[in-house]
T-cell receptor, first 115, second 116 residues
């Protein structure tokens, strides 16, 4: 069965540190890739997405992610985190097979940034 | 102001009671989804609907029911058959692309259901 794996369940960083959150999926075909963020007390928001084209995708708030097809990965990065980046981050993958509309979700990574 | 609204924000259920969670969107999206979020388990799909008067079971549909009588609305009923209903419920919607692909899901603020 297809799955999405987020390697880090909890990450604690100090402000200005660099961030990289891992996301790997198990599917050999064409995929759409997403990172969502859930700030404390807020609803789930789209951070960035990859459908096709340049594998380096830039999102909101200085985040970026790189799709590496050979590694089945879509890691999220930010060069310098801020306290306001404290949130839960979810990676999701949609398989482009026929009428498939379902997203497969990772379990999430909780990021805490210390001021 | 376009978006997805869910009500109520908090809902309490007594044993043996059915409760209905509301989800409304004014984005003119074709597809709508219900997810359940539990700590450490990510999002799990309960039901989804690609078009009015049609819906499909997700991965954890047992104990839940839905209807899609209007494009804007996709209410979820948590029945008494759902033995562990305490969770955060998220509704989402997306455009149905011409090829059926490349739509992004947008989420409502969620409803937290608690069992008394």
């Amino acid at each position: 069965a297809q799955s999405v794996s987020q390697h880090n369940h909890h990450v604690i960083l100090s402000e200005a540190a660099s961030l990289e959150l891992g996301c790997n999926y198990s599917y050999g075909g064409t995929v759409n890739l997403f990172w969502y963020v859930q700030y404390p007390g807020q609803h789930l928001q789209l951070l960035l997405k990859y459908f096709s084209g340049d594998p380096l995708v830039k999102g909101i708030k200085g985040f970026e992610a790189e799709f590496i097809k050979s590694k089945f990965s879509f890691n999220l990065r930010k060069p310098s985190v801020q306290w306001s980046d404290t949130a839960e981050y979810f990676c999701a993958v949609r398989l482009n097979t026929g009428n498939n509309r379902k997203l497969i979700w990772g379990l999430g990574t909780s990021l805490a940034v210390n001021p | 102001d376009g978006g997805i609204t869910q009500s109520p924000k908090y809902l309490f259920r007594k044993e043996g009671q059915n409760v209905t969670l509301s989800c409304e969107q004014n984005l003119n999206h074709d597809a709508m989804y219900w997810y359940r979020q539990d700590p450490g388990q990510g999002l799990r799909l309960i039901y989804y609907s690609q078009i009015v008067n049609d819906f499909q079971k997700g991965d954890i549909a047992e104990g839940y029911s839905v209807s899609r009588e209007k494009k804007e609305s996709f209410p979820l009923t948590v029945t008494s058959a759902q033995k562990n209903p305490t969770a955060f419920y998220l509704c989402a919607s997306s455009i149905e692309g011409a090829s059926g692909a490349q739509e992004t899901q947008y989420f409502g603020p969620g409803t937290r259901l608690l069992v008394l």
